[in-house]
């Protein structure tokens, strides 16, 4: 016998038909020329069938018109509504061209880069704004390829399965197979990470994707370990970016550093109280308060910025941004040509 239809694919199938029939289709002809609908056994579960895709496909914002024959009232077919079915002529801002342009520039995966970039050329040719990528300066995340694992993780992940590989871990270089419950991937330094329960260890866990080393195996049945509680994923994440949350008291050029003014606070209530001895800003900067969690992240970041953004607290954190440029000013000889004191 022939491999049924999955119901996803008859629906699909059954869209395209009214989609692109002249005038209607009854249900006989959707029964013959649809492909999916033959597998019914009777007339009375072809009926159950189509009435439920029908509905499915009225949730889901697809107009399926009912139109009776001109001479029989009871000669009733089917059709979709192409005025209402069909997208809006499409006008993009130029700041959303701008946070479209942003996304595009995401992924760094040369399997999806090609198609992005092709979407984005569309959106541009129907847009009016070729400014927008000045909008998002500066601001474009930049995330390598995830590798092979990605999509493994990812299905383990949504089908709640056990997964097993081996990992190189970056403080001793050890090699070993881990078994882990896997909770969430996310995209941070740089990179992909996998935060889950180790089961070996018996405490949550996080491994860089790059650091897995051969394939990534799901064992065991769906549903093996219940998704974790918001609290205990969130105590998870936290924990792993770095601690507890402070404040960075920042000085900024203006109109620079748009990224850290997103993410600033937006009132003085929300910036709790000033720490002592926090250096004075130049009068010619502003002064915003930022969050963070990770003391080496923030000073990485400030430091991009050059110039542009100067840290006034705490003193943890613009003691690490001087030593990060310290040993920056260490990589160059200095102007005489003799070696740096840095």
């Known amino acids: 016998m022939p491999e049924q239809i999955h119901p996803a694919e008859r629906l699909l199938?059954?869209?395209?038909?009214?989609v692109n029939t002249s005038a209607r289709m009854t249900k006989d002809q959707i029964r013959t020329s649809v492909a999916g609908y033959g597998d019914a056994p009777s007339d009375d579960a072809?009926?159950?069938m189509f009435e439920r895709d029908k509905d499915t496909l009225r949730e889901l914002g697809i107009p399926i018109l009912t139109v009776t024959g001109a001479?029989?009232?009871?000669?009733?077919?089917?059709?979709?509504?192409q005025e209402a079915y069909a997208l809006p002529a499409i006008d993009l801002t130029p700041a959303e061209l701008g946070v479209l342009s942003l996304a595009s520039q995401f992924w760094q995966d040369q399997s999806v880069r090609t198609d992005t970039t092709r979407a984005l050329t569309k959106l541009r040719a129907v847009g009016d704004a070729p400014e927008a990528a000045d909008l998002v300066a500066g601001l474009a995340p930049r995330v390598r390829a995830a590798g092979d694992s990605f999509g493994p993780l990812l299905e383990a992940i949504q089908a709640r399965r056990v997964v097993t590989f081996t990992y190189r871990a970056a403080s001793t270089?050890?090699?070993?197979?881990r078994s882990v419950e896997p909770w969430r991937l996310l995209a941070r330094r740089g990179g992909w990470f996998l935060v889950g329960h180790d089961r070996e260890r018996g405490e949550a866990r996080s491994f860089r994707l790059s650091r897995i080393e051969g394939p990534v195996r799901a064992t065991g049945p769906e549903g093996a370990f219940d998704a974790p509680d918001a609290d205990v994923l969130e105590a998870a994440m936290r924990s792993w970016s770095g601690g507890s949350q402070q404040i960075a008291v920042l000085a900024v050029r203006p109109?620079?550093?748009?990224a850290l003014r997103a993410r600033a606070l937006s009132s003085a209530d929300d910036m709790g109280p000033a720490e002592?001895?926090?250096?004075?800003?130049?009068?010619?900067?502003d002064v915003v308060r930022v969050p963070f969690t990770s003391l080496?992240?923030?000073?990485?970041?400030?430091?991009?910025?050059?110039?542009?953004?100067?840290?006034?607290a705490p003193a943890a954190l613009r003691q690490a941004v001087v030593r990060l440029l310290r040993v920056a000013a260490g990589l160059h000889p200095a102007s005489s040509g003799g070696p740096s004191d840095g």
């Open 13 to 18: 199938n059954l869209v395209i038909a009214l």
């Open 46 to 48: 072809f009926e159950r």
């Open 71 to 81: 001479g029989h009232g009871d000669d009733i077919g089917y059709r979709i509504d």
């Open 173 to 177: 270089g050890e090699v070993r197979a």
């Open 255 to 258: 109109e620079r550093a748009e």
């Open 276 to 285: 002592p001895g926090v250096a004075a800003a130049p009068a010619d900067r």
């Open 296 to 312: 080496g992240e923030m000073a990485e970041e400030v430091l991009g910025y050059g110039d542009a953004v100067v840290v006034l």
